[in-house]
Structures are given as C-alpha cells and as structure tokens.
C-alpha cells in the first residue's frame, strides 16, 4: 500500500476506537418563575406573503391592457373608416367641381353666345367706330353707324370754327 492509503486508514481506526469527547451538562438552577410570552421575543418561521393576490393584480394589469388594446384598435379602425368614406366623397366632389368649371367655360364661350342671341332675335352689331384724338378724326367702317348719330359725320379741321 502507498503511505497516503496508510495514514488514511490509520485515522480512520483511531475515530472509531476513540470515545466521542462530551460536553458538561449545563447547571440546573432553581426553575425561573413562569413568564408570559412574548411574542416578539419568540423567533417565528418566516412567513410568506400570499400568492393569490399578487397574481390577480398581474391578471387583471393584463385583462385591462388587453381591453384597452381592443377599444382603442376598434376606435382606430372606426375612424380609418371615416377617413375612407371622405376621401370617396372628397373624389366625388372634385368630379363635380370640374364638371361645373367645364360647363362654366361652355356657358361662357362667345360663340355660344352668339347662337343663343340669335334664337332670342338678336342682330350682329355694326363694325365698331374709334376716335382718333391725335388726328381729331373717326376711323372704322363708316357704314357701321347709322347717320345722325353725333360724331359720325364729317369732322371740321382741329383750330377752325
């Protein structure tokens, strides 16, 4: 055998031959007068808190958020609905507002015009007549305006009377 098997089974046998060493008892007294007892003075076992409220409040922390989630998902989808619905009407509007410019321009188109004053017995116009102020004159088409009219007819020469 090597020297550590040795030396390891030689203390063995020396632990269990050897009387285990005891302690003195303790001095008996006269007994102490009954006490009462004091309940912080005796240790208690830990005590725990309960479980069940701790995960009711998580459960319901959860419930409350879930809730929330879904009102405000619903709210959301509530409103993109609106959007959509104004958005239609807003294409709608647009439709219309440009139908009415393009029937303005009709409206407001000369010839147009022209048809409708001829069906209510309306004549074209004469050729219109302008002043010529530097010259002291009428030009324009002079059959256009009927005679006697004031500034139709032959004009003097500007500086006589």
Known sequence: MSSATEESARRT?????????????????????????????????AVRAPRMPFVLLVLGLLGGALI?????????VADSFTISELQTSNEKLAHEEEALREEVVHLES???IADEAEEMGMEPGQAPLFLDLDERRVT????????GLPGTGAQPEAGSR
Do not use: F, H
């Not at 929330?68 to 959301?76: D, H, I, Y």
């Open 13 to 45: 046998r020396a632990a269990t031959k050897a009387p285990p060493a005891r302690r003195p008892a303790p001095r008996r007294t006269a007994p102490a007068p009954a006490r009462r007892r004091s309940t912080a003075a005796a240790p208690r076992p």
């Open 68 to 76: 929330s989630l879904l009102a405000l998902r619903t709210v959301l």
């Open 110 to 112: 000369s010839e147009r």
């Open 140 to 147: 324009g088409d002079e059959g256009g305006a009927p005679s």
